[in-house]
């Protein structure tokens, strides 16, 4: 994929995606192996509480 898109440098890539705090590394690694730098956390189902949130907020970040 690096010969196709060029050079990264002076670019941050976001990704966003829904990960579950017991294998969010797992998922998000194949986004930072590709160039991402950020990683936005994004529940958009309506049936997601402000308690899940917390809970996944409280599990932290991705280890890198």
Same mark, same amino acid.
């Given at each position: 994929?690096? #010969? !196709? !898109?060029?050079? %990264?440098d *002076?670019?941050? /890539?976001? &990704?966003?995606? &829904?990960?579950? *705090?017991?294998? &969010?590394?797992?998922?998000? #690694?194949?986004? !930072? #192996?590709? *160039? &991402?730098?950020?990683? /936005?956390?994004?529940h958009?189902?309506?049936?997601?509480?402000? #308690?899940? %949130? %917390?809970?996944?907020? !409280?599990?932290?970040?991705?280890?890198?």
């Amino acid at each position: 994929m690096i #010969e !196709r !898109r060029g050079s %990264l440098d *002076g670019f941050d /890539i976001v &990704a966003e995606g &829904a990960t579950k *705090g017991s294998d &969010a590394q797992a998922q998000v #690694e194949p986004y !930072r #192996e590709a *160039g &991402a730098t950020w990683w /936005i956390e994004s529940h958009w189902d309506d049936e997601v509480t402000a #308690e899940f %949130l %917390l809970d996944r907020i !409280r599990q932290g970040p991705p280890a890198s």
